[in-house]
Nanobody
Framework: VQLQASGGGLVQPGGSLRLSCVAS????????MGWFRQAPGKEREFVAA???????SYAGSVKGRFTISRDNAKNTVFLQMFSLKAEDTAVYYC??????????????????WGQGTQVTVSS
């Protein structure tokens, strides 16, 4: 699976963004897809994950503000982000794990990674 993330940018606090991640590969429809983020000087941290049958998991810091979804026909996973805060500023990465229903929350749970897209929340 190859992943291409996009949709990042500069947004004011309280604003919203939608990230997209297009996947290529035969088993996208049977993959768990995840979003992680990494701020400068910090470790990569889990944001959200979604199975191919609709199970989801969110980090506590984004629950209620972010929504992960997927369009299997377009091989795309989305991260809709609302009520953005300065602390959401980071490079956001999409990730994939094939042929599983396990909602991994650690980077080591995933086999494939996109290149990252920068999200900056600032006034």
């Amino acid at each position: 699976v190859q992943l291409q993330a996009s949709g990042g940018g500069l947004v004011q606090p309280g604003g919203s963004l939608r990230l997209s991640c297009v996947a290529s590969g035969r088993t996208f429809s049977r993959s768990v897809m995840g979003w992680f983020r990494q701020a400068p000087g910090k470790e990569r941290e889990f944001v959200a994950a979604l199975t191919w049958i609709g199970g989801t998991s969110y980090a506590g810091s984004v629950k209620g503000r972010f929504t992960i979804s997927r369009d299997n026909a377009k091989n795309t996973v989305f991260l809709q982000m609302f009520s953005l805060k300065a602390e959401d500023t980071a490079v956001y990465y999409c990730a994939a794990k094939e042929r599983t229903l396990a909602l991994g929350t650690s980077p080591s749970d995933y086999d494939y990674w996109g290149q990252g897209t920068q999200v900056t929340v600032s006034s």
